[in-house]
């Protein structure tokens, strides 16, 4: 099949990964729609893919994977530059000549009896000047289909191009034998490369997200003036119709998608308040003409956690879910071939298939104590199908942000909400990132892992440089910067319960952060930042939370805090000459204030 492009870097490369994985046919992805079906309907042939309700999940299949390929694997990413300093301490790092020595023989031949698909996409809408093209070599339909709805995939891809350019991200990606021995995600930044094998799950295998959209994005932002950031996008619309933007970055499983899908409490909509989704999962970021940070989405679609999503958990989430939707490792509800996970409803199905493909009795079965579905089972579905997609989705220019947000998982220590002093001291906050393990929900206090921005497997690069970047990025944008705040939903009472509610409740503390963004409220000056007033976060319409629960939320313990900047100055020694002096004196600042 020819090539879709006349680009001859594209061209030599692809020639070079035929030549490499010698498969029996070649396939060029052009994103058409007839293709696409004829590549679904070999996938149900084989049993790779199985065909679900087509009247209530119209256009949706589901796949399952082998029970050692579930998830990421970060003992086994590798960021391979040259330099193993430039890797930093928080990723494993090999030499490039070596990596490369040790995977090839591993791909040699590895397509022989299988069809080889070339699939050309955009990160970011075709035409923007935010958007980066990559291409993904890979043996896997599963691969091609979730490709189909995360990115703009197909010929359309290389308009942004052009016939001569080499910016494009090669990706070269073969399940091989699924062998978790042999599994490697491998990431070389100097080459604009991406090397994965034996996996044939989501984050490992969908070039596009993690490995290009973080890993070498970042590191294309620090050589370029931009950033790329695990961060989501939303846009609240105040009753006057204006929208204001913010990001926020959370570790995984902290609940970045209900965030940025949440519909706010009726004391807003009735009052004409609405939330837009642009992203839930990734930034890019640039400064714009105007001198603001401009964002884009450079995901099409969503690949979320299935468990725990809802009607009241994630009404959005779950909507966008309805049609043209793959999932992979929920289980079956075999009498009308639907999907069910778990806290999706209390109605486990009678006649189900559990994760791995044994068919069980699912209540009995979620009685003894099993889970039907995998607890990081996923929804690949359709950004289009997002009731509250924002109609700035697609455009090239992306949002103006007014705020970035950080948060994390913490029981005791950080407060509802606080605003850094200033953008050094926001990105101190934002390095200083961190969640406990879920053993706080026992009362217990969990251990506490730090999260840098929640990049810490995502950064392409030296920690330390990274955050060199972020304090570049804030001489550049000056007074135009975002504001940055950090919030945490998770502060839990004396019987390990969580006191805020979260979930919709959160667009009150939005409502705080982008009075703050437009100087419309005062703040408590604190040793870690800016506070609210308690009585300046709206608490109308909760059930049992008054001001005073506010305020408690908002204290702020110094003896806690003294030993938080304790671990603190423990985590930054990691980073040794590259830990930004701007970050120590922030840190020594913070101790100062802290006793007073
Ligand atoms: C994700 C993650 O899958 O952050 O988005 O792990
Ligand atoms: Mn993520």
């Given at each position: 099949?020819?090539?879709l492009?006349?680009n001859?870097?594209?061209?030599?490369w692809?020639?070079?990964?035929?030549?490499?994985c010698?498969?029996?046919?070649?396939?060029?992805?052009?994103?058409?729609?007839?293709?696409?079906?004829?590549?679904?309907?070999?996938a149900?042939?084989?049993g790779?893919?199985?065909?679900?309700?087509?009247?209530?999940?119209?256009?949706?299949?589901?796949?399952?994977?082998?029970?050692?390929?579930?998830?990421?694997?970060?003992?086994?990413?590798?960021?391979?530059?040259?330099?193993?300093?430039?890797?930093?301490?928080?990723?494993?790092?090999?030499?490039p000549?070596?990596?490369?020595?040790?995977?090839?023989?591993?791909?040699?031949?590895?397509?022989?009896?299988?069809?080889?698909?070339?699939?050309?996409?955009?990160?970011?809408?075709?035409?923007?000047?935010?958007?980066?093209?990559?291409?993904?070599?890979?043996?896997s339909?599963?691969v091609v289909?979730?490709?189909?709805?995360?990115?703009?995939?197909?010929?359309?891809?290389?308009k942004?191009?052009?016939?001569?350019?080499?910016?494009?991200v090669?990706?070269?990606h073969?399940?091989?034998?699924?062998?978790?021995?042999?599994?490697?995600?491998?990431?070389?930044?100097?080459?604009?490369?991406?090397?994965?094998?034996?996996?044939?799950?989501?984050?490992?295998?969908?070039?596009?997200?993690?490995?290009?959209?973080?890993?070498?994005?970042?590191?294309?932002?620090?050589?370029?003036?931009?950033?790329?950031?695990?961060?989501?996008?939303?846009?609240?619309?105040?009753?006057?119709g204006?929208?204001?933007?913010?990001?926020?970055?959370?570790?995984?499983?902290?609940?970045?998608t209900?965030?940025?899908?949440?519909?706010?409490?009726?004391?807003?909509?009735?009052?004409?308040?609405?939330?837009?989704?642009?992203?839930?999962?990734?930034?890019?970021?640039?400064?714009?003409?105007?001198?603001?940070?401009?964002?884009?989405?450079?995901?099409?679609?969503?690949?979320?956690?299935?468990?725990?999503?809802?009607?009241k958990?994630n009404?959005?989430?779950?909507?966008?879910?309805?049609?043209?939707?793959?999932?992979?490792?929920?289980?079956?509800?075999?009498?009308?071939?639907?999907?069910?996970?778990?806290k999706?409803?209390?109605n486990?199905?009678?006649?189900?298939?559990?994760?791995?493909?044994?068919?069980?009795?699912?209540?009995?079965?979620?009685?003894?104590?099993?889970?039907?579905?995998?607890?990081?089972?996923?929804?690949?579905?359709?950004?289009?199908?997002?009731?509250?997609?924002?109609?700035?989705?697609?455009?090239?220019?992306?949002?103006p942000?007014?705020?970035?947000?950080?948060?994390?998982?913490?029981a005791?220590?950080?407060?509802?909400?606080?605003?850094?002093?200033?953008?050094?001291?926001?990105?101190?906050v934002?390095?200083?990132?961190?969640?406990?393990?879920t053993?706080?929900?026992?009362?217990?206090?969990?251990?506490?892992?730090?999260?840098?921005?929640?990049?810490?497997?995502?950064c392409?690069?030296?920690?330390?440089?990274y955050?060199?970047?972020?304090?570049?990025?804030?001489?550049?944008?000056?007074?135009?910067?975002?504001?940055?705040?950090?919030?945490?939903?998770?502060?839990?009472?004396?019987?390990?319960?969580?006191?805020?509610?979260?979930?919709g409740?959160n667009?009150?503390?939005?409502d705080?952060?982008?009075?703050?963004?437009?100087?419309?409220?005062?703040?408590?000056?604190?040793?870690i930042?800016?506070?609210?007033?308690?009585?300046?976060i709206?608490?109308?319409?909760?059930?049992?939370?008054?001001?005073?629960?506010?305020?408690?939320?908002?204290?702020?313990?110094?003896?806690?805090?003294?030993?938080?900047?304790?671990?603190?100055?423990?985590?930054?020694?990691?980073?040794?000459?590259?830990?930004?002096?701007?970050?120590?004196?922030?840190?020594?600042?913070l101790?100062?204030?802290?006793?007073?």
């Amino acid at each position: 099949m020819a090539s879709l492009t006349k680009n001859p870097n594209v061209n030599k490369w692809v020639d070079e990964m035929i030549a490499l994985c010698k498969p029996e046919k070649v396939m060029w992805i052009d994103g058409s729609k007839e293709q696409l079906d004829a590549l679904r309907a070999e996938a149900i042939s084989t049993g790779e893919m199985i065909k679900l309700n087509e009247e209530k999940l119209p256009g949706c299949l589901y796949h399952r994977t082998k029970p050692n390929d579930v998830a990421r694997v970060e003992d086994r990413t590798f960021i391979c530059s040259r330099k193993k300093e430039d890797a930093g301490p928080t990723n494993n790092w090999c030499d490039p000549k070596e990596m490369y020595a040790k995977l090839t023989p591993m791909y040699d031949g590895v397509m022989k009896n299988r069809t080889m698909y070339i699939i050309p996409y955009s990160m970011g809408p075709i035409g923007s000047p935010l958007a980066k093209v990559g291409v993904e070599v890979t043996d896997s339909i599963y691969v091609v289909l979730n490709m189909a709805i995360m990115t703009r995939m197909g010929a359309d891809a290389f308009k942004n191009l052009g016939d001569t350019s080499d910016d494009f991200v090669r990706g070269l990606h073969s399940k091989a034998d699924v062998d978790p021995e042999k599994r490697y995600i491998v990431q070389f930044p100097e080459d604009n490369t991406i090397w994965s094998i034996n996996s044939a799950y989501g984050g490992n295998v969908l070039l596009g997200k993690k490995c290009f959209a973080l890993r070498i994005a970042s590191y294309q932002g620090k050589n370029e003036g931009w950033m790329a950031e695990h961060m989501l996008i939303l846009g609240i619309e105040k009753p006057n119709g204006e929208i204001k933007y913010v990001t926020a970055a959370f570790p995984s499983a902290c609940g970045k998608t209900n965030l940025a899908m949440l519909i706010p409490p009726e004391g807003y909509t009735k009052r004409g308040y609405k939330v837009w989704t642009v992203g839930d999962d990734i930034a890019w970021l640039k400064p714009g003409p105007d001198g603001r940070l401009y964002a884009i989405n450079p995901e099409n679609g969503f690949f979320g956690v299935a468990p725990g999503t809802n009607e009241k958990s994630n009404f959005n989430a779950l909507a966008s879910t309805r049609k043209n939707t793959i999932f992979t490792n929920v289980a079956i509800n075999n009498d009308d071939m639907t999907v069910w996970w778990e806290k999706l409803d209390k109605n486990p199905p009678v006649n189900a298939t559990e994760w791995k493909g044994e068919k069980v009795n699912g209540p009995e079965y979620v009685a003894a104590g099993n889970k039907l579905a995998h607890p990081n089972s996923r929804f690949t579905a359709p950004a289009e199908n997002c009731p509250c997609i924002s109609p700035e989705f697609n455009n090239p220019q992306g949002v103006p942000i007014s705020a970035m947000i950080f948060g994390g998982r913490r029981a005791k220590t950080a407060p509802l909400v606080y605003q850094s002093f200033n953008w050094q001291h926001g990105t101190f906050v934002g390095s200083i990132m961190a969640s406990e393990t879920t053993a706080a929900a026992t009362g217990a206090v969990g251990v506490v892992r730090r999260d840098p921005m929640a990049m810490l497997p995502f950064c392409g690069y030296h920690m330390g440089d990274y955050w060199a970047h972020w304090l570049e990025m804030g001489k550049i944008l000056g007074d135009k910067a975002p504001k940055i705040f950090n919030v945490n939903w998770f502060r839990t009472d004396e019987n390990g319960d969580f006191i805020w509610p979260g979930y919709g409740d959160n667009m009150r503390v939005l409502d705080w952060i982008i009075e703050r963004c437009e100087g419309a409220v005062d703040a408590v000056e604190t040793p870690i930042g800016y506070e609210p007033k308690p009585e300046d976060i709206n608490v109308e319409g909760l059930d049992g939370i008054t001001t005073e629960t506010v305020a408690d939320l908002l204290s702020v313990d110094k003896d806690l805090w003294k030993e938080e900047a304790a671990g603190i100055e423990e985590f930054y020694k990691k980073f040794g000459e590259k830990l930004p002096k701007e970050l120590s004196e922030e840190l020594a600042n913070l101790k100062a204030r802290l006793s007073k």
